[in-house]
Nanobody, 123 residues
């Protein structure tokens, strides 16, 4: 299984960026997909997740209204559209896959992780 993230880069404060993650080696439509990030010196944090067909999404409070997660099962791709970026959004962004039949599972375990893509927001 591979999760290959791309689309990171340098953007100014207030700018936008769209990152994507292409999955291979798994039946993509059977997985809940999520985005996490890890800034230097900080713990990894959850950002957003999306269910098997895109019908349900969940966001952490500090990205609500700015970030949008989406998926294209035909292309085995999950994306994160990030708007109104701030310097504190600077981090390595990684996608992850969770095999489950339950959306509201407590303490989901993400089986597969991508290598991440670096997003840098300049002030």
């Amino acid at each position: 299984v591979q999760l290959q993230a791309s689309g990171g880069g340098l953007v100014q404060t207030g700018g936008s960026l769209r990152i994507s993650c292409v999955a291979s080696g798994l039946t993509f439509s059977r997985y809940i997909m999520a985005w996490f990030r890890q800034a230097p010196g900080k713990e990894r944090e959850f950002l957003a997740r999306i269910d098997w067909n895109g019908g349900q999404t969940e966001y952490v409070d500090f990205v609500k209204g700015r970030f949008t997660i989406s998926r294209d099962n035909a292309k085995n791709t999950v994306s994160l559209q990030m708007n109104n970026l701030k310097p504190e959004d600077t981090a390595i962004y990684s996608c992850a896959a969770h095999r489950s039949f339950i959306w509201d599972e407590v303490g989901p375990i993400y089986s597969y992780w991508g290598q991440g893509t670096l997003v840098t927001v300049s002030s």
